[in-house]
């Protein structure tokens, strides 16, 4: 039976095929679908330092297509420019004044964002070329806005440097460091009396509360049995008969109430008492006037 196909047909079909599975791997691994339809547009752009071939196309944060090629333009009327052939979903229809805004993520790398003109309702067609904006990465701001700032800082930040290599070798640092050592040492030994303190003498201590507190339980028990009623009527007995005593000292019409409130007799003795006085100082001054002795009778 005749061969259909010869051994160099096979070995062509063969090689084919693997050069189209090989282009087709290589494509899948940069993100490129080679059997999905897409749609080809054209993005003007003046910068696309950190833009690399198969960076992404989003919409609103949704991937719609890629970036397939890139270009510079020397030749005419856009020289100076850098085109960039994207590819977008076949579904996905720009309208016009639309714009692709070039944006850096801190570990994406760089990508385009499309900006859709949602007001109008007429369409590009495939194969016109859309206006590109660079917006500038994270990167270019630092360099941009920090880098100033950290160079004015690095003067101060090295003589707040040296200022500290002279504090750290000063000999006062050193001495407090072996103050705060010895402080240590002596806080290790406190501590360590005061737990011996606190298992010797805490025991005792605490035996002591509980003997008290025992003592107090049988006074408390005391305390109950006593007739507490009996022993208030009896205080407020004698509280009545002090108060009876009271009234009978501030009473004029007795005895002890005359004595205490009579002010003649208060005179009277106040009287009496300095004329005693007068008569004991006078005896003490001539005492010949009042005692007599005779040696013969």
Same mark, same amino acid.
């Given at each position: 039976?005749?061969?259909?196909? &010869?051994?160099?047909?096979?070995?062509? /079909?063969?090689?084919?095929?693997?050069?189209?599975?090989?282009?087709?791997?290589?494509?899948?691994?940069?993100?490129?679908?080679?059997?999905?339809?897409?749609?080809?547009?054209?993005?003007l752009?003046? %910068?696309?330092?950190?833009?690399?071939?198969?960076?992404?196309?989003?919409?609103?944060?949704?991937?719609?297509?890629?970036? *397939?090629?890139i =270009?510079?333009?020397? =030749?005419?009327?856009?020289?100076?420019?850098?085109?960039?052939?994207?590819?977008?979903?076949?579904?996905?229809?720009?309208?016009?004044?639309s714009?692709?805004?070039?944006?850096?993520?801190?570990?994406s $790398?760089?990508?385009?964002d499309?900006?859709?003109?949602?007001?109008?309702?007429?369409?590009?067609?495939?194969?016109?070329?859309? =206006?590109? /904006?660079?917006?500038? $990465?994270?990167? =270019?701001?630092?360099?941009?806005?920090?880098?100033?700032?950290?160079?004015?800082?690095?003067?101060?930040?090295?003589t707040?440097?040296?200022?500290?290599?002279?504090?750290?070798?000063h000999?006062?640092?050193?001495?407090?460091?072996?103050?705060i050592?010895?402080?240590?040492?002596?806080?290790?030994? &406190?501590?360590?009396?005061?737990?011996?303190?606190?298992?010797?003498?805490?025991?005792?201590?605490?035996?002591? +509360? %509980?003997?008290?507190?025992?003592?107090?339980? /049988?006074?408390?028990?005391?305390?109950?049995?006593?007739?507490?009623?009996?022993?208030?009527?009896?205080?407020?007995?004698?509280?009545? *008969?002090?108060?009876?005593?009271?009234?009978?000292? *501030?009473?004029?019409?007795?005895?002890?109430?005359?004595?205490?409130?009579d002010r003649?007799?208060y005179?009277?003795?106040? &009287?009496?008492?300095?004329?005693? &006085?007068? +008569?004991?100082?006078?005896?003490?001054?001539?005492?010949? %006037?009042?005692?007599?002795?005779?040696?013969?009778?």
């Amino acid at each position: 039976m005749k061969k259909i196909f &010869s051994k160099e047909v096979i070995i062509a /079909v063969i090689t084919l095929v693997s050069l189209f599975l090989l282009y087709s791997g290589l494509n899948y691994l940069k993100g490129i679908n080679v059997f999905k339809p897409s749609n080809h547009y054209y993005v003007l752009m003046s %910068n696309v330092s950190e833009l690399q071939r198969s960076s992404p196309v989003y919409v609103d944060g949704f991937k719609i297509g890629i970036v *397939n090629t890139i =270009d510079y333009q020397y =030749d005419n009327e856009e020289q100076g420019k850098i085109v960039v052939l994207i590819s977008l979903d076949k579904q996905m229809r720009v309208e016009t004044g639309s714009y692709a805004e070039m944006k850096s993520g801190l570990t994406s $790398g760089a990508y385009l964002d499309l900006k859709l003109n949602r007001y109008v309702s007429t369409y590009l067609e495939v194969g016109d070329t859309i =206006d590109g /904006v660079t917006n500038p $990465g994270l990167m =270019d701001k630092i360099a941009k806005d920090m880098l100033p700032q950290v160079e004015k800082i690095l003067p101060r930040l090295d003589t707040i440097l040296m200022g500290i290599q002279v504090l750290v070798n000063h000999p006062a640092l050193s001495q407090s460091l072996d103050h705060i050592e010895a402080a240590t040492a002596s806080l290790q030994k &406190s501590s360590r009396q005061l737990d011996a303190l606190l298992a010797k003498d805490v025991p005792t201590i605490v035996g002591n +509360l %509980n003997q008290a507190s025992s003592d107090f339980t /049988v006074v408390s028990g005391n305390l109950k049995e006593l007739d507490l009623k009996q022993t208030l009527e009896t205080m407020n007995g004698a509280i009545q *008969n002090m108060n009876q005593v009271t009234k009978q000292l *501030n009473n004029p019409n007795n005895t002890l109430g005359l004595l205490l409130n009579d002010r003649s007799l208060y005179n009277q003795l106040d &009287s009496t008492a300095r004329n005693a &006085s007068i +008569l004991l100082q006078d005896i003490k001054q001539h005492p010949k %006037n009042y005692v007599h002795f005779s040696v013969f009778k």
